[in-house]
């Protein structure tokens, strides 16, 4: 059995990244358990802490360390990456020796209402982390497009997005096997 923990980068109440999420987590193949790391309540992280590393931080730390790879699924803000996923990796970077980037398998996906999708986002976190030793999955990508037909009320999504949601994992799931 794989262990996959997920973030999910959006707070929003009726965000399209949790519904992206909620589809990968039901299109995963049998052999991987998916589990989320909610990072909802981790505070803003400052140097200070290291000192006395907070309680709250060290306990998302354990879960990630818990589990056997990580997929961000994450919405893009000005053409970036949202603040609270780059805190979530700025918290697993810390305290100084303690740090858990080296060698943490990754995925990142996205939905977007922009034509691209969070493509800008998530490019900018494969420029950074894999310097940091985050072994990061390549391809496939699963940036969505959104339109007004992708995601519906009641939390499913289209049929497109559906088979991409799980080659998506599929993929995932052998990455962090084999690596
Ligand atoms: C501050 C902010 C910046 C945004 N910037 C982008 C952007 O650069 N590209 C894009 O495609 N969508 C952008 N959007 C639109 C979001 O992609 C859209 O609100 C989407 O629903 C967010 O995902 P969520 O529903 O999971 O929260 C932005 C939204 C906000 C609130």
């Not at 140097?47 to 931080?57: E, I």
């Not at 996923?85 to 060698?103: E, F």
Request: hydrophobic share 40%; proline share 7%; glycine share 8%.
């Amino acid at each position: 059995m794989v262990k996959i923990g997920y973030i999910v980068g959006s707070f929003a109440q009726d965000s399209i990244n949790r519904k992206l999420a909620r589809v990968i987590v039901e299109q995963a193949p049998e052999r991987a358990e998916l589990v989320e790391i909610d990072i909802t309540a981790l505070p803003l992280y400052d140097r200070h802490m290291d000192a006395d590393f907070p309680q709250v931080l060290r306990e998302f730390k354990d879960q990630v360390a818990a589990v056997d790879g990580l997929l961000v699924v994450s919405p893009e803000h000005n053409q970036s990456f949202p603040a609270p996923v780059k805190n979530a990796i700025d918290v697993l970077s810390r305290p100084p020796k303690q740090g858990q980037l080296a060698g943490l398998k990754l995925g990142i996906a996205g939905a977007s209402p922009g034509r691209y999708g969070t493509i800008n986002g998530q490019s900018q976190i494969r420029q950074f982390l894999p310097p940091l030793g985050v072994k990061l999955m390549g391809v496939p990508l699963l940036a969505v497009h959104a339109t007004g037909d992708t995601f519906h009320d009641d939390g499913t999504v289209d049929e497109q997005t559906t088979r991409r949601a799980k080659t998506y994992i599929e993929a995932f799931t052998e990455f962090v096997e084999s690596h």
